[in-house]
């Protein structure tokens, strides 16, 4: 029996991540045009500040996505919706009002998929659950969008029907209730606002610690069926962790951290790819392949050692913030075409 690496719900809710991202994209470009087509000033401010946010989160989303480690195009029918979407908004058979009223919809329903991604993390998993954490955020400032979009609506609604002015008060009335949800969803939600700033040292450290995750999962789990799936998403993560360190990390830190020291780490990671692909091929329910995981864990855990304590130290003391934070937008970008290159390969074997 081999361990088979892709699993039903977790390429779900990657296809569910999917669906955000498109549906991101198509907010960020529906206020985009609300930008050029308003002629209210209080208005245009509002869509400003939520165009800001949604390009930020559009940038969170997909650090979350890279995160998650499976990568997956929005289903169907959200393309198709996205597609009409786009088409009625740069057409002129809506009114203003009517394209404001089409965009509360959808982000009504990007609330509505983050909450559901949210539940069925919890389902899945300690390090889905991690991995996704940023998208708590994205939700909170998401809902406070909606009130905003109210707001907007009541104005351009009262003065398409009556051509006169709303009543004063409605952007007092749209605080109060932004303030009232963000009692809702709690002080955890600001915890991760400044993820765009992250460092190499911040998301080396998150990969590192959800492998970890995954391990203590595999090791407390009896089940075969959920043993290959936490195998499937650890294989996945140390390759594309690993191959991504060694296109971007390791050579930027090799003057500063030593030709030797850096060679070490790439023979470290070498063995490690020799112990995964040797329990790609055995028995999940064998005794032997728990302890062929506590010897990799070992050996991982031995590995990020060094990486956070000497190699981050080197790092501090000889890039500039900035510098690691480019690292870090380099990392991801890597990353993230290694985890497509491996999806592909991998349809391809199984074809
Ligand atoms: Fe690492
Ligand atoms: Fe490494």
């Known amino acids: 029996m081999v361990v088979t690496l892709d699993d039903t719900k977790r390429d779900a809710i990657a296809a569910k991540l999917g669906d955000i991202k498109l ?11 609300f930008l050029r087509e308003s002629t209210d000033n209080e208005i245009s401010n509002t869509f400003h500040r939520m165009l800001e946010d949604d390009r930020k989160n559009l ?3 997909d650090t979350v996505i890279v995160q998650y480690g499976i990568q997956r195009e929005a289903e169907q029918n959200v393309q198709q ?5 786009r088409q009625l908004m740069q057409g002129n058979e809506l009114s203003f009002y ?3 009223f089409q965009h509360e919809l959808l982000k009504h329903q990007q609330v509505m998929n983050g909450l559901t991604i949210h539940k069925a993390a919890q389902k899945v998993g300690a390090d889905v659950m991690a991995a996704i954490t940023p998208l708590n955020t994205i939700n909170f400032e998401n809902r406070a969008h909606q009130e905003q979009l109210k707001g907007i609506l009541e104005i351009l609604g009262v003065r398409e029907l009556t051509g006169v002015d709303a009543d004063q008060g409605i952007w007092t009335r749209v605080q109060d209730a932004i303030a009232a949800i963000s009692g809702v969803f709690g002080s955890a939600v600001t915890q991760n606002s400044n993820q765009q700033d992250m460092n190499i040292q911040d998301i080396l450290r998150m990969d590192h610690q959800k492998v970890n995750t995954l391990f203590t999962e595999l ?3 009896n089940e075969t069926q959920k043993i290959q799936e936490y195998f499937g998403q650890i294989y996945k993560d140390l390759n594309a962790h690993s191959d991504a360190e060694e296109e971007v990390v390791y050579p930027r830190v090799r003057p500063f951290y030593g030709q030797a020291n850096t060679q070490e780490l790439y023979d470290e990671q070498a063995h490690v790819k020799v112990l995964l692909d040797q329990l790609k091929s055995m028995n999940p329910s064998a005794s032997e392949f728990k302890n062929t995981i506590r ?18 130290a ?3 003391n000889n890039m500039t913030n900035n510098e690691a934070e480019e690292l870090c937008t380099q990392f991801k970008t890597a990353k993230s075409r290694i985890q497509q290159e491996m999806a592909r390969k991998r349809t391809q074997v199984s074809a």
Not at 81 to 85: D, E, F, I, N, Y
């Open 219 to 221: 090791l407390n789990c």
């Open 295 to 312: 010897r990799l864990m070992e050996e991982v855990n031995d590995h990020v050692r060094e990486e956070e304590n000497t190699m981050f």
């Open 314 to 316: 080197g790092i501090r």
């Open 81 to 85: 919706l996205a597609q009409k979407v």
């Open 98 to 100: 009517e394209k404001v």
């Open 59 to 61: 940038g969170i989303l």
């Open 23 to 33: 549906i991101q994209q198509l907010l960020i470009q529906n206020e985009e045009l």
